[in-house]
């Protein structure tokens, strides 16, 4: 069952921030919100809240007559203050009424939400909610800075994983016939489900002897490794792919300009280094020029920007050189592709009309 959480704070935008910031955990606890310690009361006497967060300076009412009168009628819940013009004085009266916490404004909203979760996992049994909302190691870091001793079930569609907590220490772990640490990773790679923290008097071997911290670091790092190999196949997969249509294209641009084009290169806007080149004569210095071009094109595209121009850079702008040359640079989204073309041996025509939208339509 889910826990119930009151927020009290006379400054409206920033509880209902607060509110939106906690719905992503509403599998764990409701979040309700009121303005004045009047309001607050109301609502306590109707809900049974398992928490009330109170800011302590608010017109008519402090948070401290909330702190009062809920130790007064026996309030069963905790509470935390919070306040931006603490004293010393004030603070040992929080903590002399049962205050769990001093919340100093402003905070950071993760580390806010982080002691929320950290106070209701205190309840060793019963809490439950989805790893889609909540990280799964962020639940194994709040356990093992409690240093609880407890079970973390994981139900992932029609499998269960188990893994076992001795005073904040991963002792034990199930998934899938796998134990100790192999099935601890499946499980934290996976982080999805919905976990629930349990009390268990099962009898296990203790198959994971590393500490806790160690652990997961392992963990982290197997983790990471195996993204970044994904990673690297997969842009393998697709710079292999941007290969093979830059080569087409430079066949049809060779095939309608045929002698006209004397040089050309592809290259990436990231680092203006050449992917793909065609220059048979050897005229050109291709690294050279696709890195200089790079710079050319991003001074034009800020200088239209700087200047306030209504228009930006659409599919290409030319350069006329001597001697009949053009130097013709195409965008391509994250590419650049630039052409030497001799216009003595073909019109600007062609090339406009004819072989760049040939080409170009490879890249639709």
Known sequence: M???LLLVDDEKFFLEGLKDGLSDYKDVFTTDTCFSVNEAIKLNKKNEYDLIVTDIRMPKRSGLEL????REHDFKGGILAMTAY????????????GGLDIILKPFDFTWFKDRILDIFSKEEEGVSGTIDSINLTSILQMINLEKKSLVVRIEIENSEGFLYFSQGEMVHAEYKGLEGEEATLHLVKL????FSLLKSDKKFSHTINTPFLALMINIMKVIDESSRDQNISDLKKDTDQDIDTFNKAIDIIKKNLGDALISCSIWANEDGKPI????????????AATSLFNQVSKFIKKSLKGANFPVELNRYYIMDLTDNKIALAVQLGDFQWGMLIDTSRTSLGVVLNIAL???MALFQ
């Open 2 to 4: 889910a826990k119930r």
């Open 67 to 70: 702190f009062d009168y809920l």
């Open 86 to 97: 603490g004293t010393e004085k004030v603070f040992e009266k929080i903590k002399r009424l």
């Open 191 to 194: 982080n999805k489900g919905r």
């Open 276 to 287: 793909v080149m065609y220059d048979p004569h050897k005229s050109v210095d291709s690294a």
């Open 357 to 359: 939208p040939e080409a």
